[in-house]
């Protein structure tokens, strides 16, 4: 199999898992063609047609119209800067992760990931929106308008106070929320390439299918995420906002640990025999 690799659509920090991606696809045999068009598969970095990854659109498109698979590659959301995410033709629920059969009962342990179990009394919820140039968005009318309906859809149930969480690099038109809706701004934190604050002192966090949505179910915050999301297996519905959050992490636990990879595991190759490439 030939692998199309795009180096110059590459975020920064991701040069050497990119790296660590191609050491693994030469180990199982294949051969990683810079540039190319005409492979059997292409691995971009991430979704999101922005900045150094806009190009990456018109990869994408080009290999999924051929019915040519894509490897996205992206940051996790498990051990931020630790663990990458690594799925076919998305990185989100949408996305093949083979992550639900020959699962490896002690990966959490191994990856040092376990669930928390929150107790907050915060009465707070807070809706984390997402970069809307990105692909896991593409089926919303408008970041603005899904947040409205969440707005709405908490209203119905409770009038518990909202705080809604920009993504930190995606600006919102704030004039469009009502008044007694909060803004929390998130603040970058220091020593590391892309990470940010993200506080689960709160009753609930409501996202579309991005990682807060996961990071917030093993951290034992309710979640209300779409289907899309990977953490809707342990996601409410509105109607039970108010009820306690226990529904079974484990086995949810597990199957996320197994979408997401070290770099040595990159190197390895582990992530090739479960995409069963």
């Known amino acids: 199999m030939k692998i199309a690799y795009f180096p110059d659509y590459v975020a920064k920090n991701g040069a050497p898992v990119l790296n660590s991606m191609l050491i693994g696809c030469q180990r ?72 639900t059969e020959n699962l490896d009962l002690d990966r959490p342990r191994k990856l040092r990931i376990s669930l928390a179990y929150n107790f907050s009394n915060n009465p ?30 908490i209203r119905y149930v409770t009038d518990r106070p909202i705080l809604v969480r920009p993504h930190p690099r995606s600006r919102l038109d704030m004039s469009v929320f009502p008044a007694d809706i909060k803004i929390e701004r998130p603040e970058k934190l220091e020593n590391t390439y892309d990470s940010y604050n993200l506080n689960f002192d709160c009753h609930a966090l409501i996202n ?59 190197e390895q190759g582990l992530w090739i025999q479960r995409l069963h490439l």
């Open 28 to 99: 199982h045999g294949y051969k990683c063609i810079e540039n190319s068009m005409t492979a059997d598969a292409a691995v971009i970095w991430s979704v999101l047609w922005h900045g150094r990854m806009l190009g990456n659109q018109a990869v994408y498109e080009h290999y999924r119209n051929q019915g040519k698979p894509v490897i996205v590659v992206d940051v996790g959301a498990l051990y931020r800067g630790g663990t990458w995410k690594v799925a076919l033709n998305n990185i989100n629920a949408d996305g093949y992760y083979g992550h």
């Open 208 to 266: 579309y299918n991005s990682g807060p949505g996961i990071q917030a179910a093993i951290a034992g915050t309710r979640v209300i995420v779409d289907q899309s999301s990977l953490a809707y297996p342990v996601s409410l519905a509105y109607k039970d906002l108010d009820n306690a959050y226990d529904c079974d992490r484990d086995k949810w636990l597990i199957e996320m640990c197994h979408t997401e990879y070290t770099t040595l595991e990159l």
């Open 124 to 153: 707070r919820i807070i809706i984390a929106a997402q970069h809307r140039a990105s692909l896991q968005v593409a089926k919303l009318p408008g970041i603005e308008s899904w947040i409205l309906d969440q707005i709405a859809a």
